[in-house]
């Protein structure tokens, strides 16, 4: 726990995208807790880069559709 | 929330209580006398044995409330695990050093037995708190 992260993420839209899917069912398809996919949902938790894989992979969309990289304000 | 967030709110608060529980008796054993003099040993192996016991007590209670949850540990959890014990070990340390110089100057053995309790507890209490202010705040590993 050093910093928050600039890392945002499409996971709420992408589960109403796909039938509503709920937390829980990403939860298990990913192998984690609800708690873990509630976590990197708001962003307070930076999932490591073989679970993002694993969540673009449930969506069966590109890396970067579901996690993106905010610039840096100046 | 998190089994291991309620595991590490649970630890911590037994911690504290078990070591205000113990202070409380010491120091009314100490009425009259010096403090040194106090006999700590069966307090603070019973205080231990009792902090111990309702740990186990109160997880069985967590796990049977939600079993689903129960001893199942996925990334974050382990990741955060791993945090709490890095921000809890520095205080074991410093309790140890603290006790090995009190026994090389020959400082009465209750003033080492519980410089080493109090490192224990607090070790435990900071790495409670920081497995809680992780999962609650958020945790970045990268």
Known sequence: ?74 | MAFEEKRAWMMGLVTVVAFAVYVVVILGRSVGIALVDVAYVAPLLWTIGCAIGTTIVLHVVLATFSPEDADVMDQRDREISRFGEHAGRSLVVVGGMAAFVMALVETPYFWIANALYLAFALSAVAECAAKVAAYRKGFWPW
């Open chain 1, 1 to 74: 726990m050093v910093k928050a992260t600039r890392v945002t993420n499409s996971i709420r839209s992408l589960r109403f995208a796909h039938e509503e899917m709920t937390q829980a069912d990403l939860a298990s398809r990913i192998g984690v807790s609800r708690q873990t996919v509630i976590a990197i949902e708001q962003g307070r938790y930076s999932p490591s880069l073989e679970m993002a894989f694993q969540i673009a992979e449930v969506f069966g969309v590109p890396l970067d559709d579901v996690f993106q990289y905010a610039k840096e304000e100046k």
